[in-house]
Every structure is written in C-alpha cells, then in structure tokens.
C-alpha cells in the first residue's frame, strides 16, 4: 500500500469517528447520568467539555504541525486520542471523566488541525476537491450512523463501549499511518509563538464557555466581552512576533477570508438544525426518538452522496459558484422551515430536509476546497484549522443561539401551553438561521473569483 493510501484511508477513518463519537456520546447521556447518578442536563458537560478543548488548541497544534511535521503530529494526536478515549470507558468519577473529555478533545484537535493540511500535502492540487469531498462524505457519515450505532451499542452493551470501540479502531489507525515516513513541513525550523498560543487559547475558551452558559450563571456574561479584548491583543502580538501563530497577510487572500467568513455563518446556521428538528418531530409531532432518528438521517444520506461529486466538480469549475448555489438552496429551505406547523406533511419535511442536505453538500467540499486551494503549500497546516476553529466556533454560535431564543419562548409557559409555544419559538429560530444563511450567501459570492482548475 502507497503512502498516499494509508494517508487517505487513515484520514478518512478519523474524519469518520470524530463526529461518529460525538453524536454516539449525544444519544447516551441518559445512560450516562444514570450511570454517574446525575441530572442529565449536568451530563451536558460531556459534549462541552470535548468541544471546548477541541477549539482551544487547533490553531497551536495547526501551527506546530506547520514546523515539526504534519505527519508526527497528527500521528503524536492518534496515540493521545487512544489513551484518552480507552480511558474514557472506565473512569468512574464524573469530573475525572469530563476532565479526560476535555483532554480527548484537546487530542482530536491535533488530528482537526493536520488532516485536512496532510490530505491536500499528499494529494496533489488536481485531485484536491474530489479528495476533500471524499473526507467530507465520512464525516457526514459519522454523524448519520453515530445515534443509531451508538443507541444500540448503549442498550444492548453499555455506553463505555462506545469509547472502546472507537479506541480500538483509532489504534488500528495509528498502526495504519506509523508505517509512513515521509512528512511534509509548512515552516520548518520557524519559532513557536508560545505567548499568542496562550493568549488564543484563553480567549476561546472564555468565549465558548460564556456562550454555552450564557442563560444558567450571570458572571459569564461578561467572558464574551474579555474574549472579544484578547482577541484584539492577540491582533496585536501577531503582529508584533517574528514568528506569529497566524501569519495575518494570509487574510489579505479575499477567497481565503470570505470563504471562512462564509463557513462560520454556515455551521452557525445549520448545526442546530437537527437538534431542532428532533425536538419538533418528538414534542411537538409525536414521533418517538429512534423513528425521528431515521427521519432526520435524510438530510446527512444526501450530503455524503452530493459531497464527493461537489468536491471533484470544484476542481474543475469555479468553488464560488458551486458553494454560493449551496448556500442559497440551504437559505430557502430553512425559510421553508419557518411555515411548518403541526399539520405539515412528513413528505413536505423530508423533501425540504433532502433540499436543505443537497445544498449543504454543494457548499461544503467547494468551499473547503477554495480555502485550501487560496494559500501556499507552507500555510497549509494554519489553514485547515483556521477552518477547523470557523466549523466548532460556528457550531458552538448555533447551539447557544438556540438554548437563547428557546428560555426566552419558554419562560413563561405552563404545561398546557408548551408545545405551542416551543413550535412558536422554532419559527423564529429558522427565520433567524435563513437570515443568516443570507449573510453567508453575500460572502460566498463577495469572495472573488479563484484561479479554475484544469
């Protein structure tokens, strides 16, 4: 087997079991809290905690990967995520376990940070698009099969064998990607900016976990504000450091800008769809959850079939216009959303759903591709978690934007008015994601024409 391959197969493996294990652990929180005898709101913590500590080091370690080696450190992530993922399964304390899940985020972000930078490294330029839709398409499918896979590993196994299966499989991997020795370098022998390192990952953290408990504690309304200062700061000592984390010229690149611009109002728009929607098809429609499972799998079936195709047509034709026409069709769909109520027919949720997935699938590929495709080989490594941090800080900005608009809606209601109150607050929730998906679609299309690829 070619190195190419075991790269291929190993990245494509792990862009499979991140978010695979991560919808796995959403639908386990009840057997979870039971299991650590707590609320399972508290158990929520299991997911932010992973989350968290995934964004808070990307742009470190994409940067570290840039001057030790693509190769070591996303090798050096697989050996981390094992031991923190076999760990996982039998810790028995709760805040040694959401300790660890922070640690095994902490992990996968180095495996977030250099994937992408290694696929492109080895892949070639001709081959980038249909390569990063092929990626696209596992992750896609890992959250399509994690509640339905890690909902029967929870019933008839246990929750904690999720973590060691997924464990085992990314020791195979490991195994997989040791055999290749070549590595690929973006800044090889440049300094780490070990100060911006520290600076960043203050500020995200302080962002992220004043957003995730915005409505529960008044002290974290302020950790936004101090966020959005060190954030300047950090503006700042980029520019001053001989050696910058982010080289700042790089957001000169128009297409590089407005295509992460467009990707972090995207995942803002459309993360929370299915959380919604699964709410709607369970409360307010009366399906139980492994049925709305099965109904909400439509949106992610089209998306890992569009991905690939939309992929290598980028490679051909211009990202911008592919991505752009993704975006408009998400837009109209989840406008679409806003005019459903408790008579809408299954056949009308499930075509919109599919709209919603093909677009979804034309934007993501061209517009990973356009990143990537927008800067030198040397930047390759800052560049994919650049757009790592725009995918989680915009899934993070969903979330919170939702958990907002629902205690608000909420707060008043009595039993008997509940669920028209909570279909109220959802029409509102989409209206606001389709005005963000409009904000997105200007800078899809503002981003510039990129070089077409023969």
């Known amino acids: 087997m070619t190195e190419q391959k075991r790269i291929l197969i190993a990245v494509m493996i792990t862009s499979f079991i991140g978010p695979f294990m991560g919808s796995s652990v959403n639908i386990a929180v009840p057997a979870m809290a039971e299991d650590f005898n707590m609320m399972p709101d508290e158990l929520t913590w299991a997911v932010t905690a992973f989350f968290i500590g995934s964004a808070a080091t990307l ?3 994409g940067r570290l990967a840039d001057i030790k080696g693509r190769r070591r450190i996303y090798l050096q992530g697989l050996a981390c995520i094992c031991a923190t993922t076999l760990v ?15 640690l095994q985020g902490l992990s996968m972000s180095m ?34 099969l994690g509640p339905f896979i ?18 085992i499989a990314l020791l195979i ?28 990952l203050v500020m995200i ?5 004043g957003l995730s408990d915005w409505t529960i504690h008044e002290f974290v309304h302020y950790m936004p504000f101090i966020a959005f200062i060190l954030f300047l700061l950090f503006i700042y000592e980029q520019k001053k450091v001989a050696s910058p984390l982010v080289d700042l010229s790089i957001f000169r690149n128009t297409v590089f800008t407005m295509s ?93 759903l599919a709209f919603i997935g093909l677009g979804f699938g034309l934007f993501a590929s061209p517009n990973n591709n356009a990143i990537m495709g927008a800067v030198e080989a040397k930047f390759y490594g800052v560049a994919s978690s650049i757009l790592a941090v725009m995918r989680l800080t915009g899934q993070a900005i969903s979330m919170s934007l939702v958990t907002l608009l629902l205690s608000i809606f909420t707060a008043e ?20 994601f389709g005005f963000l998906c409009i904000i997105a679609l200007f800078a899809s299309l503002m981003r510039g024409k990129e070089n077409v690829k023969e």
């Not at 039998?90 to 040694?96: C, I, W």
């Not at 953290?205 to 976990?209: E, P, R, S």
């Open 150 to 167: 890690g909902g029967f590993i929870t019933d008839y196994l246990g929750w904690r064998m999720i973590f060691w299966l997924t464990g």
């Open 413 to 432: 209601a009595i039993e008997s008015n509940y669920v028209d109150i909570l279909l109220h607050s959802f029409k509102y929730i989409f209206i606001l």
């Open 111 to 144: 495996i977030f940070g250099t994937s992408m930078a290694l696929l492109v490294s080895c892949c070639g330029a001709e081959n980038r698009g249909k390569t990063i839709g092929l990626s696209a398409a596992c992750v896609y499918s890992g959250v399509s």
């Open 59 to 61: 742009l470190p370690f």
């Open 88 to 102: 996982c399964a039998v810790v028995q304390n709760f805040l040694a376990f959401i300790f660890v899940r922070f």
């Open 205 to 209: 953290v302080l962002f992220l976990y």
């Open 260 to 352: 992460n611009i467009a990707a972090l109002i995207h995942y803002s728009a459309t993360f929370a769809l299915g959380f919604v929607l699964s709410l709607y098809l369970q409360l307010v429609r009366g399906m139980d959850a492994f049925t709305a499972g099965g109904f909400l799998l439509i949106q992610p079936f089209i998306m890992t079939i569009v991905s690939p195709k939309a992929g290598a047509l980028s490679d051909k034709f211009s990202s911008r216009l592919i991505a752009s026409l993704g975006m408009g069709m998400m837009m109209i769909g989840l406008f679409a959303f806003s005019f459903f109520d408790k008579d809408t027919s299954f056949y009308l949720i499930g075509i919109n």
């Open 173 to 200: 991997n490991f195994f997989l990607i040791f055999k290749v020795k070549t590595d690929w370098y973006g800044a090889k022998d440049k300094k780490f900016d070990y100060i911006g390192s520290i600076i960043y």
